[in-house]
């Protein structure tokens, strides 16, 4: 038998049919009247997601896209700007941040950490020409979930930009751009947004938009000042030929989460992955990530002694059609990752935890399969709604 792939990896992410086949519709061209009431929805639904009423734009990018239009378009080389690391993706920002000529100054925790906003605000005191942090959201490397109502607060009346990598986070957790102060925050459409990859979003305070109409930036495609002048046109558009086939699905899977409501997503992630935790538990597994900072997108687990992760990705997806994902970074060797956010259900992780069981039998590891499900199934009763 070939089944498809069943991707419990935290992005791309298993997407439904009908969004996938929405995909597939008839193009519209993106200088008529025709595609600019698409662009105008998708940009008003990603603004409720993101929760703010200020600026938003959609690129034709994945999320690094978006982060470098957000470096590009805020400062100006020689500049100072606050990059916190709690993984592979804060490091992405410090690498961005020095390709434009920013000056670094990096907050760098060891991983598995979530960041603490009296370290951000110290490094603030001592270095006061900083013009801007970047923080993960949610760091995919090392399922950190970073607490952006914190730091936002606490950054309010400081003069700085903050700037949130939300590309694994946004539409999968609780996100409130403006009532945690963030002034820009970049996703794209593969993860939580449940779409397939090729577009990116970035939203911008007004306090954010102000300082990119001053910036020269440094580039020409991802130049936001061309994507305002094209919404505000009397056909609202796009600067380029956008991804109009993946705008289709995006509204889709737009319309989708709105009708089925937010809160409920959050929540149906949160049950995956308390799930998750609780079968790795029983079965002597340990997470990598501190309690206090483990997040709903993904679990981040160590894999046993004597077992190279990739082992078991290799074997969960070769005999069982499941993919997960290995590590990534310093942590390469030690670790496997599962998500929790996707269009998948109850179902899907209790296979993937049956497998995984199996796998580790077969590997030695487990001496008999059922702990793991067991605990989870145990987890999902308590918890029905
Ligand atoms: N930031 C985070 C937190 C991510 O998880 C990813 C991708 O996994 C990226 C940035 C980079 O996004 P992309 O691969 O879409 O360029």
Same mark, same amino acid.
């Given at each position: 038998m070939e089944l498809d792939l069943l991707l419990m990896t935290p992005g791309p992410v298993t997407i439904d049919s009908d969004i996938l086949l929405a995909g597939a519709q008839p193009l519209k061209h993106h200088r008529t009247n025709d595609f600019a009431p698409l662009y105008a929805e998708c940009v008003e639904r990603c603004k409720r997601i993101f929760k703010t009423r200020q600026h938003l734009f959609l690129t034709l990018s994945s999320g690094t896209g978006t982060m470098e239009t957000a470096i590009a378009n805020h400062f100006h080389p020689g500049e100072q700007v606050l990059t916190v690391e709690t993984g592979a993706f804060g490091e992405r920002f410090t690498e961005i941040a020095k390709a434009f000529r920013l000056e670094v100054v990096p907050l760098k925790y060891p991983w598995g950490h979530r960041a603490k906003v009296d370290d951000i605000l110290k490094m603030l005191d001592q270095h006061p020409g900083i013009k801007g942090v970047t923080v993960t959201f949610n760091e995919t490397s090392t399922g950190v979930h970073n607490d952006m109502a914190v730091i936002g607060k606490a950054l309010k009346d400081r003069n700085v930009l903050l700037i949130v990598?939300?590309?694994?986070g946004i539409g999968a957790l609780p996100f409130d751009m403006d009532g945690w102060n963030i002034d820009v925050a970049v996703c794209a459409s593969q993860k939580g947004f449940l779409t397939p990859p090729g577009i990116g979003m970035i939203a911008l305070s007004e306090k954010a938009f102000a300082r990119m109409m001053k910036v020269e930036c440094h580039?020409?495609?991802?130049?936001l000042k061309h994507y305002k002048k094209n919404q505000d046109m009397? #056909?609202? @558009?796009?600067p380029w030929t956008p991804a109009i086939s993946v705008m289709f699905s995006l509204q889709k899977a737009l319309e989708k989460m709105e009708r089925i409501g937010m809160e409920k997503i959050y929540a149906h992630y949160h049950k995956l992955a308390e799930g998750l935790r609780q079968a790795m538990k029983a079965m002597g597994l340990s997470i990598f990530t501190q309690p206090d900072a483990q997040s709903n997108v993904l679990t981040v687990i160590n894999s046993p002694?004597?077992?190279?992760?990739t082992a078991i990705v290799n074997e969960i997806r070769d005999q069982y059609g499941v993919l997960v994902a290995g590590g990534q970074g310093q942590i390469t060797d030690s670790v496997f990752r599962i998500t929790? #956010?996707? @269009?998948?259900g109850e179902r899907d992780l209790i296979s993937t935890v049956g497998l995984l069981e199996l796998a580790l039998t077969k590997l030695g590891y487990c001496k008999e399969p059922g702990e793991g499900t067991r605990a989870l199934l145990k987890t999902f009763a308590a918890m029905r709604n």
């Open positions: 990598d939300g590309v694994s580039g020409y495609y991802f130049d009397k #056909i609202p @558009s796009y002694e004597g077992i190279h992760p929790t #956010i996707g @269009s998948i």
